[in-house]
């Protein structure tokens, strides 16, 4: 299974890009978009390293990714930090709000029924790390090492987790979720408890440094993106991890989501497994582009 995970991993970008041409939840930003993105990068960046080097690096209160994707959302600052009732919301349109949450989405639930209770619709972004590469800084001389890039590179198959922490409101057409897929340059700090301090250190600042694609759930039919091809007629969570070169905890997350999406059935078990059969008219088909 290690295996199979690595060669996921190795082909994320020609697999996103195989994704975009068959379905439209699935989109490649354009030049114009990349080089705005990359724009607003740029003056985080700047910001960054004008706070006297690496001592200011994460003491402001809003971190660099959480505004770079505000501003790459929305730029005109009179459309940010919205008082909506008793909550702030990121970006608030007319009557659309966009959350960005640059961690997990567990606690949204307040948030998202106080907003479509009173009438809005929401969007809600969250970014996964395509590519990351990792500087230490010195606690003491704040010296920073070489970065290096990390062996962690995320799939389409990472959003189901995250997805699953919002299960009530998936089928909710007011709901959108995307998930922006980044490069970024992590900053930790050398001070954790073991000998070369790395272990329970701190990050300062997780700076983005590009965007890939991105990748939003509205309808039920856009998680019909998450079905590999080559399954079998009934099939396992294991068949699934095979066919979609994940490990097999992160294909029975992704099975329970389907299941309760109805895009597969749960028919039965075979041993210990769930057995599972995709719908005769999958619904995943009205998600696909003609050439």
């Known amino acids: 299974m290690k295996k199979t995970t690595a060669r996921n991993n190795k082909n994320t970008h020609d697999n996103m890009a195989e994704l975009a041409r068959r379905f439209s939840t ?10 705005r993105f990359l724009k607003i990068c740029q003056t985080a960046g700047e910001r960054v390293a004008a706070r006297e080097g690496f001592n200011g690096i994460g003491l402001l209160t809003e971190k660099a990714l959480h505004a770079v994707l505000k501003d790459f959302y929305e730029p005109n600052p009179a459309h940010q930090e919205i008082v909506v009732g008793s909550q702030v919301a990121d970006i608030c349109i007319n009557n659309h709000i966009i959350e960005i949450q640059s961690h997990s989405l567990t606690g949204m639930h307040g948030k998202i029924k106080q907003y479509l209770s009173e009438g809005y619709t929401v969007t809600i972004v969250l970014p996964l790390l395509v ?9 003491v ?8 890039k990390s062996p962690r590179s995320a ?8 997805l699953m922490r919002l299960r009530p409101f998936l089928t909710d057409s ?7 897929f980044i490069s970024a340059l992590e900053y930790r700090l ?12 701190q990050r300062l600042e997780l700076m983005p440094v590009d965007l890939h694609q991105i990748v939003s759930f509205t309808t039920k039919e856009d ?9 079998k007629k009934s099939f396992t969570s294991a068949d699934f991890a095979l066919a979609a070169g994940i490990p097999r905890p992160v294909a029975s997350t992704c099975l329970t989501l389907l299941n309760q999406l109805t895009l597969v059935n749960r ?11 995709l719908p005769i008219e999958p619904p995943c088909a009205t998600a696909q582009i003609s050439d």
Do not use: M
């Not at 001389?141 to 290096?148: D, F, G, L, N, Q």
């Not at 709901?175 to 922006?180: A, G, H, K, L, R």
């Not at 998680?223 to 399954?231: E, Q």
């Open 267 to 277: 028919i039965g078990k075979l041993g210990r497994s769930y057995l599972y059969s």
């Open 174 to 180: 007011r709901i959108c979720v995307e998930f922006c």
């Open 131 to 139: 590519e990351k590469k990792l500087t230490w800084i010195d606690p």
């Open 223 to 231: 998680y019909g993106v998450l079905i590999p091809n080559d399954l």
């Open 26 to 35: 699935v989109q490649i930003p354009t030049a114009v978009e990349r080089g």
């Open 155 to 162: 799939t389409i198959y990472d959003t189901t987790r995250e």
């Open 190 to 201: 050398r001070d954790g408890w073991s000998h070369d301090g790395k272990r329970g250190s």
């Open 141 to 148: 001389s704040k010296e920073a090492t070489i970065p290096r």
